[in-house]
């Protein structure tokens, strides 16, 4: 009885009260009807928790089906130039911004440059 609680310490660090007495068996006398509803509710929320993940698991496995099932590879598909188009047209927006930004400052450092001829002027 010892060893085998043992090997399951070897196992798991910690045994629930619930384990302990899957390894040992019933206590040789009564148990409190308190403890032995504890014990039941404990078992039960285990169940439940089983249940909930094989649960998950299975429409997890559904869904990545479903993925691969959408997502099919056609070796004979053409391939789609809209990331290349993306490209070229961030590209040119860019371009653009660059030369608003130029002709921006072009007008700034002309009108400064106004503003200090007329104060000299006075």
């Known amino acids: 009885m010892i060893e085998k609680l043992a090997e399951k310490l070897l196992e798991e ?10 390894v ?14 504890y014990l039941q509710e404990l078992k039960d929320r285990t169940d439940q928790t089983e249940e909930l993940l094989e649960k998950e698991k299975e429409q997890e496995e559904a869904h990545a089906k479903e993925m691969r099932a959408a997502i099919k590879f056609d070796a004979d ?15 040119e927006s860019s371009e653009k911004a660059t030369e608003a930004d130029k ?8 009108s400064e440059k106004k503003d200090d001829s007329d104060k000299k002027d006075k």
């Open 24 to 37: 040992l068996g019933p206590r040789p006398f009564a148990m409190k009807d308190s403890l032995k509803d």
């Open 103 to 110: 002709k921006e400052d072009e007008k700034t450092e002309s």
């Open 77 to 91: 598909a053409v391939e789609d130039d809209e990331d290349d188009k993306d490209s070229k047209s961030d590209a």
């Open 13 to 22: 660090e910690t045994l629930s009260l619930p384990q302990i007495v899957e």
